[in-house]
């Protein structure tokens, strides 16, 4: 059996990552892909429950440090329960944000070591490295306007104020200046359409 192909998809808030993510997945389904679509924080149930814990209240509830270990213990379960059986069951997976959100938020925004997120990376991810990551990338007033836009309330991290924003958009750059084997910017700007014409174009390169 052949294993599956791992794609992530990464930025900030409001950069319309999830509607990408169903348009992908219908696309590779049409080709005759098996795929797994999930998410992070969550994608297992046991994840799913940590998820709950860590987007909501206020912004001071959970200490960078907290936050980084609540996002890899969810990650440790969403990889043991679903990416990695569906993975060797040769499906594709699918997924709207993983390790590099952690990199980005608890990390460059948050102010956590990089050297320590790199253990645990290690310890809980371990080989099992998505193997494309696209990055949207928009101004943060934009984003943060489709994010209010989008309703549902602003979540623990929506309600962080445009410098943790900005701080963001910039950590995203590093994870991609550090990973330039897997990361591909997707410019989030424009339609949903033309947004989608160019998450394609990365993925055909690795397209059955
Ligand atoms: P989303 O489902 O709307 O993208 O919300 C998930 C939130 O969780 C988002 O604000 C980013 C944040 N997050 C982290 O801070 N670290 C992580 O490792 C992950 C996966 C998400």
Excluded at 55 to 72: A, D, H, I, V
Excluded at 132 to 151: H, I, S, Y
Aim: proline share 5%; aromatic share 8%; with cysteine.
């Amino acid at each position: 059996m052949t294993r599956g192909r791992f794609i992530t998809f990464e930025g900030g808030e409001g950069a319309g990552k999830s509607t990408q993510v169903g348009l992908l997945v219908d696309w590779l389904r049409d080709r005759g892909v098996s795929v797994v679509r999930t998410r992070e924080p969550g994608g297992s149930p046991g994840a799913e429950s940590i998820r709950d814990l860590v987007l909501n209240g206020p912004p001071e509830r959970w200490s960078p440090t907290t936050e980084l270990l609540l996002m890899y213990a969810a990650r440790a379960d969403h990889l043991e329960r679903t990416i990695r059986p569906a993975l060797a069951a040769g499906s594709w997976v699918v997924c709207d944000r993983f390790a590099d959100s952690s990199r980005a938020y608890q990390g460059f925004a948050g102010g956590i070591d990089t050297v320590f997120i790199e253990q645990l990376d290690t310890a809980v991810v371990g080989r099992d490295q998505p193997d494309l990551t696209l990055v949207f990338d928009l101004p943060v007033e934009v984003g943060l306007a489709r994010a209010l836009e989008r309703g549902g309330g602003e979540s623990r991290f929506e309600s962080k104020g445009a410098a943790f924003h900005q701080k963001l958009r910039e950590g995203f750059a590093c994870v991609v200046a550090d990973h330039p084997d897997r990361c591909r910017v997707i410019d989030a700007t424009g339609d949903v359409d033309a947004v989608f014409a160019r998450v394609r174009a990365a993925v055909e390169v690795i397209a059955p």
